[in-house]
């Protein structure tokens, strides 16, 4: 898990409705809410930013929305960005790569072929709708085999305790109180 105080040593920039509309459960959720499933997949992004130390910035589209000055806040940590009137996710993100493409390592998540061209250009590397929700899913599985290893560790330990030391170290924990 990534510091707090430290600053990420890698960005990644989550085009949000390419994503929705290429991970079935997103898709699946928009087709009842777009709400819903835009909020699901900033919470999967918070958890992933929160195991990985990876800063996540999400995107959405909202350049068809009149008179819209686009809108940035933070949701347990996640940047997430609905863009000005006129302004795509993918005009955003390349104006944030020549920024940053350069000086930082910033990688984009969208399968949309021609934006994985232009990120490449500018100084970014991509990664595909699938390939983020493969990293993701391999990330909460070594996360969860973790926690089973150190649980399996503490287990260990306190069988290999004698009655007398239990005792005391109950006994310890009732007086503390």
């Known amino acids: 898990m990534a510091a707090k105080n430290k600053k990420p040593k890698e ?3 989550v085009d949000g409705y390419n994503i929705i509309n290429s991970w079935e459960k997103l898709k699946d959720l928009s087709k009842m809410s777009l709400e819903v499933a835009r909020n699901e997949l900033v919470e999967i992004m918070a958890e992933y930013q929160h195991y990985s130390g990876i800063k996540i910035t999400v995107v959405f589209d909202a350049h068809l929305v009149k008179g819209n000055s686009g809108k940035r806040y933070g949701v347990k940590g996640v940047e997430v960005v609905y863009t000005k009137e006129s302004e795509t996710a993918d005009q955003y993100i390349e104006r944030v790569l020549d920024e940053i493409g350069r000086i930082k390592k910033v990688r984009v998540a969208t399968s949309d072929w021609m934006e994985q061209q232009i990120i490449l250009g500018r ?17 909460k599985k070594l996360m969860k085999r973790n926690r089973t290893t150190n649980n399996q560790k503490n287990d260990l330990l306190i069988g290999r305790l004698d009655e007398d030391t239990l005792n005391k170290l109950n006994n310890w924990g009732n007086n503390s109180e």
């Open 123 to 139: 100084g970014g590397t991509r990664i595909s709708a699938r390939e983020l929700e493969v990293e993701i899913f391999n990330e």
């Open 11 to 13: 960005y990644l920039f």
